[in-house]
T-cell receptor, first 114, second 115 residues
Framework: DTGVSQNPRHKITKRGQNVTFRCDPI?????LYWYRQTLGQGPEFLTY????????KSRLLSDRFSAERPKGSFSTLEIQRTEQGDSAMYLC????????????FGSGTRLTVV | AQTVTQSQPEMSVQEAETVTLSCTYD???????LFWYKQPPSRQMILVIR??????QNATENRFSVNFQKAAKSFSLKISDSQLGDTAMYFC????????????FGKGTKLSVKP
């Protein structure tokens, strides 16, 4: 198992364009999380899946953001009509259903909107 | 709502010395978990240590230990025999039991270990 994999590692896009990120969790983990981390801040929760069901969304996740996890395996996070304020590191993490075990994080996708 | 505060934006320590990173949190919950995560430069975040709130005994993982003071809502991390590879951002995080696993992070402390 290679851990949590995120692609791409870096993405530069022009304002107004759409972008999509992918996360491949650890195969036996049924929970998948998306976080956003801006410079000088800790990660902020965006959304969470258990298997294929999206169970919780943060108010940070505006209607320009959408996340999917078809078949309960990999997940995608799409941002439509990107804005400069969307520039951040987008982190994916996965865990087993038993709470308190902590997450395994991916290396993140760094988005720069110019 | 729960909040996590790390009051030390940056710290430095000499190699082989001991350093303590501070974390306080605010919650009305009685059952929760606390974590310290390490984020090396340009690398992924990894779990350093975790503590269940119902356990009075402080967690220890090799050179890393915590001082958990539940009444004071304090959760500090002590790193003994600091190594150059300990240089990283350190994040304290809170998870409410039954929250579906939503971690709430502090802003982090940047630790530099100097040779």
């Amino acid at each position: 198992d290679t851990g949590v994999s995120q692609n791409p590692r870096h993405k530069i896009t022009k304002r107004g364009q759409n972008v999509t990120f992918r996360c491949d969790p650890i195969s036996e983990h049924n929970r998948l999380y998306w976080y956003r981390q801006t410079l000088g801040q800790g990660p902020e929760f965006l959304t969470y899946f258990q298997n294929e069901a999206q169970l919780e969304k943060s108010r940070l996740l505006s209607d320009r953001f959408s996340a999917e996890r078809p078949k309960g395996s990999f997940s995608t996070l799409e941002i439509q009509r990107t804005e400069q304020g969307d520039s951040a590191m987008y982190l994916c993490a996965s865990s087993l259903a038993s709470l308190g075990t902590g997450y395994t994080f991916g290396s993140g996708t760094r988005l720069t909107v110019v | 709502a729960q909040t996590v505060t790390q009051s030390q934006p940056e710290m430095s320590v000499q190699e082989a010395e001991t350093v303590t990173l501070s974390c306080t949190y605010d919650t009305s919950e009685s059952n929760y978990y606390l974590f310290w995560y390490k984020q090396p430069p340009s690398r992924q975040m990894i779990l350093v240590i975790r503590q269940e709130a119902y356990k009075q005994q402080n967690a220890t993982e090799n050179r890393f230990s915590v001082n958990f003071q539940k009444a004071a809502k304090s959760f500090s991390l002590k790193i003994s025999d600091s190594q150059l590879g300990d240089t990283a951002m350190y994040f304290c995080a809170f998870m409410k039991l039954g929250s579906q696993g939503n971690l709430i992070f502090g802003k982090g402390t940047k630790l530099s270990v100097k040779p």
